[in-house]
């Protein structure tokens, strides 16, 4: 065998293992997108094809179209090795970053963890709780919120999406909603949902008429959407858990102040819940925490940005905004 063989014959199955693990690593991300599925189950599947020929012998294909469609698998095998890495960040992408500027909480009265001045975190050691700084709450649709915009302090995903799609429709994004005083009514189910709405300078959740909340927020020109409401009045009002441990997120409210709370590291939900009972979380709202749905980041007090989540994905087209 010569050396042009020999290369080819450890690409192959490298690159076989490579799709293999990626494939992998995608249920461990949990990014439960069928189309994403069907392109690592694919690629897998025709690298393993591939490198199953290749041992064989290419050269007793005697069809055309045959070696043809041999020669298209091999050269799909240059796109496992982004495949690979695109997957793997969505994986690296679900674990919290720490932020050594937040607030030792472990021993703080619940009372004294309120916002301040500027943008403070807190550390209770299971959360971050998050107070940014803000005079407007704004759910921004379709164009990626800039990090070069100073006014913003906060920004991550908000309501969720029915579809993955490149492009944009309002239609799309789950539940009424409201922009800068733009009212869209959503087709899909909204029984499960609960409201969150920013209108005349004031932030309320509404869990028993959320349809109306959003109207009269559109009406008032103020921003609002709907998600899975969490706690309702200091009580839990959803109860569910996943197999394994992740990462949380609440758009909340604590002390009477809007905040946002991450868990610290991956934990059960019941767990996440437990810590935002402790802290007397009085309404809370489910925050989409899915890789790439996570996207986040928020300016620090010395106007530097700090991103949580950084997987920008091409098909997430709405966000919460904070700002000054």
Known sequence: ?????????????????????????????????????????????????????????????????????????????????????????????QYHIKIPESIDARNMAVEEIVPGEKTVIYNTGTVYIFFPEYSEVDLVCKDRPSKSDESITWCSGAAFQHAVSLGFTQENVEGDHAVNGELYESPYNKDSFAAFTFADGKFSFDFDDPIGAIKRAAESGGSGFMQFGLIKDGENVMSFDRPRARCYRTLAEINGHLCIIDSVNMLHFYEFMAELKRLGVKNALYMDMGAGWNYSWYRRADEKVRTLFGLPVPWSHNWIVFKK
Do not use: D, H
Not at 6 to 23: E, Q, T
Not at 30 to 39: D, G, K, R, S, T
């Open 1 to 93: 065998m010569n050396l042009r063989k020999r290369l080819s014959g450890i690409w192959l199955m490298a690159m076989a293992l490579l799709s293999l693990c990626a494939f992998t690593v995608f249920f461990v991300a949990q990014m439960w997108l069928n189309i994403l599925y069907a392109v690592y189950l694919t690629l897998a599947v025709v690298q393993s094809v591939t490198l199953i020929v290749y041992l064989w012998g290419p050269e007793k294909i005697t069809l055309k179209p045959l070696k043809a469609l041999y020669c298209l698998f091999y050269a799909s095998s240059i796109l496992v090795i982004p495949s690979f890495v695109f997957i793997f960040m969505g994986l690296v992408s």
